[in-house]
């Protein structure tokens, strides 16, 4: 769902006057819901107008059925009394059910649209932003909109009406003491601005704070192991507990402008009562009906409950503003893998698979630091190829922008004679496989990790791409066999188990293109055996690009591209590289030194 303009990301409100432009972003969600905010604002009128009927039943009771004697008439107030006591019972539960039924509704709206977001961002991203980041915009900072959306939003409308219905009944029941009530109204306006510029600056900072410690929580669970292995314990502690400092610091900051606050407006409630008192006594006199004493201490009362009511809801309008800042920010982020409008097509699949090309291809990802520079190289459908170098050489980056993970900044990728940046992105990826070294799995089954909840793949090709694999019989060995549910990223599974599912779900996928990220170099020698002769099938009428660490692992290839600094320096087979006595011929020299060194039974 699309919102209004806004701010763009990083733009700062509150003092700088947008709290109306985030507002009406806010409310741009809430008009998606008509038929909720409808009935909940009719429900919300019934409640206020009953509530405030009660004091001036009340009055009337007094003033014309028990001054006159008259009992019947009495007993009718007492039946519209109840009656109103009721309906305001009816209508506020009511009321109280659909509005946070509307506040659900705007919670999934916004939540599904940060996602949709996040999918669609490029890997640069997530380069540069920590996952307790991203986490708490679509947790912790949604949860606070919701709250104030379903909580405050609907809620001040009702104060505030509820506030002009206690004002009318004021002014008609007696003019002059409405006039003395109203002389309070504006110690309360002054506290409340006070209490505003606070909650603003306290609220900011509680959202930076808890970010960070999403992000420190995210880090310590997901790197445990590291962390108990490096003995790291006691400064992922240290750090943890200086972002919690940080919370309660600026904690403090609205927990004392509360302090202040509400004894304030205690003493603003109190002096409005006592003028009102003093009034009655010193200037009014016996013009006074004692009614309308009873009607005023009730509305006085009443008056103050809304209006400090709202100034609460500034704690979850403030919380509310300082999360939709992070949240908008997120979604007016500019998208750096732009979608082609429109799209050209692939051409229809050919027998070997797809044909590959660079062409003058540089990339850098930090500005000014060139990864990749002038990369020009072609690979024919059915060819494979190998990717070889040192560290920083380039080669996950040609596999990332040939994914179109990242954008070349000069010069064009091409599949199949067409740039990858014109070649719409669940096509590009629907040809190209990329195997990786460490496999990410999901919570679900083995046949769901396998077809990844694509409802169009069946059970029988599942199984079919087990079985080539050699998957299959280790999956029906265990208890449920393909419905078996695989713990959180596949704890359940060795190392080899999981890179024998990654090839299942390559051959479930058809690709043009498979790229292997050394997807065998995690495997012991059983599985190895077991995967080369799956790899076979795999790789038959397929372009093949494998990113090779360990170069004994690459003698069957067509042709071998050595990169260097970002640029190709040497191509050729394994052979003639060899005897070059160049780049590659260094690199294989450096490694056979390193496993010969290796004695027999060393486990290093």
Known sequence: MSAGPTPRAGTRTGESGLD????????????????LVGVSLAAMLATDLLQVLVPALVKLGIDRDVASGDLRGLRTTALLLAAAMVGRFVTQVGFTVIVEMLGQRLLFDLRLDLLRKVLRLGNDYFDRTPVGSTLTNVTNDVEAVRQFIA?????????????????????????????????????????TVAFRNALRHGFRGVRAANAAINTALSETVTGIREITVLNYQARSL????????????????????FSRYFPTIEVVTHVGMLTVMLAAHFTIGVSLQIGDVFAFSGY?????????????????????????????????????????SPAAPLPPRGEQGAGVAFRGVSFAYTPGTPVVT??????????RIALVGGTGSGKSTVINLLNRLYDAGGGVVEVDGVDVRLI????????????????????????????????????AQVVEAA?????????????????????????????????LLSFARAFVRDPDV????EATSSIDAESERLIEDATATLLAGRTAIVIAHRLSTIRSVDRILVLHDGALVEEGDHDSLLARDGVYAKLYRVQMLALADRRPGENR
């Open 300 to 340: 006085i009362t009443m008056l103050f409950m809304p209006l400090r009511q709202l100034a609460e809801k500034f704690n979850s309008f403030q919380s509310a503003m300082a999360a939709s800042e992070r949240i908008f920010a997120m979604l007016d982020r500019d998208e750096s893998i732009a979608v082609p």
């Open 151 to 191: 909580d405050g939003i609907v809620n001040i409308l009702g104060d505030s009406v509820k506030v002009l219905f206690i004002l009318g009944a004021m002014v008609l029941i007696n003019p002059a003491l409405a006039a003395v009530t109203f002389i309070t109204l504006p110690l309360f306006a002054v506290a």
């Open 467 to 499: 079985r080539a694999v050699n998957l299959d019989a280790f999956i029906r060995s265990l208890p449920r066999g393909y419905d078996e549910e695989v713990l959180e990223e596949g704890k359940s599974l060795s190392t080899g188990q999981k890179q």
């Open 238 to 257: 240290a750090d943890f507990q200086e972002h919690n400092r940080d919370y309660l610091r600026s904690y403090l900051v609205v927990v004392r402008a």
């Open 374 to 383: 002038d990369l020009s190289f072609r690979v024919q459908p059915g060819e």
């Open 20 to 35: 109306f432009r985030l507002t009406r972003r806010l409310g741009a969600y809430v008009v998606g819901h008509k038929a």
């Open 514 to 517: 498979v790229i292997m990220d």
């Open 424 to 459: 719409a992105t669940d096509d590009l990826r629907r040809r190209i496989v990329t195997i990786p070294q460490s496999l990410f799995l999901f919570s679900g089954t083995v046949h769901d990790n396998i077809a990844l909840y694509d409802r169009s793949v069946g059970r």
